[in-house]
């Protein structure tokens, strides 16, 4: 049962121009998203994250928007860099029994970023 | 500051054999996570230690894995009678007891587990 679907294997990219790369999840308890980016051989590195109290969070070339109705997200890259080519994992968290604390980290299967110069 | 550490970087081990993987946090971090990625796959939830609090195992997929986190630091995950299906990149990830407004796990390199 995949709960959260990266259903874009790959995206190509020219330099400049916006890269968005979408998830979509199925189960309703989750209320936090990450984005991370992984680079061969190295551990992911966290991007930016969303609470499901907002619909969009920005960080420079990075924006996240939340779609809570339609259980979808996506991560706006602008302007691309060839730098930003890797692989981008959608991660989602539900907050534990208590709602005190959030625990593991469902993710996705990833999308490989291509940016072409 | 150091980040995640994890050791060995690389292990093939024969089937049949015990191997032992070892994790160590960011200075500080509560909670620590085990995570695995076999060839092509996304990232799977192994086990996860929060502070004093009876472990998260519900990701792990039989009794051949265990892991322990010793005096809230340093975290082993043990592999009883690798089997080749065992084969993957074995990521550890540390972070703060979540407080309001933020949450992120970091990530160590990952050990490459395979079994021959």
């Known amino acids: 049962d995949q709960q959260v679907k990266q259903n874009s294997p790959s995206l190509s990219v020219q330099e400049g121009r916006i890269s968005i790369l979408n998830c979509d999840y199925t189960n309703s308890m989750f209320d936090y998203f990450l984005w991370y980016k992984k680079y061969p051989a190295e551990g992911p590195t966290f991007l930016i994250s969303i609470s499901s109290i907002k619909d969009k969070n920005e960080d420079g070339r990075f924006t996240v928007f939340l779609n809570k109705s339609a259980k979808h997200l996506s991560l706006h890259i602008v302007p691309s860099q060839p730098g930003d080519s890797a692989v981008y994992f959608c991660?989602?968290?539900?907050?534990?029994?208590?709602?005190?604390?959030?625990?593991?980290?469902?993710f996705g299967q990833g999308t490989i970023l291509t940016v072409h110069p | 500051g150091a980040g995640v550490s994890q050791s060995p970087s690389n292990k093939v081990t024969e089937k049949g054999k015990d191997v032992e993987l070892r994790c160590d946090p960011i200075s500080g971090h509560t909670a620590l996570y085990w995570y695995r990625q076999s060839l092509g796959q996304g990232l799977e939830f192994l086990i996860y230690?929060?502070?004093?609090?009876?472990?998260?195992k519900s990701g792990l997929p039989s009794d051949r894995f265990s892991a322990e986190r010793t005096g809230g630091s340093v975290s082993t995950l043990t592999i009883q009678r690798t089997q080749q299906e065992d084969s993957a990149v074995y990521l550890c990830a540390s972070s703060y007891y979540w407080t309001s407004g933020t949450y992120e796990q970091y990530f160590g390199p990952g050990t490459r587990l395979t079994v021959t």
């Open positions: 230690f929060q502070g004093n609090s009876a472990p998260d």
């Open positions: 991660a989602a968290s539900a907050r534990n029994a208590g709602g005190t604390s959030y625990g593991k980290l469902t």
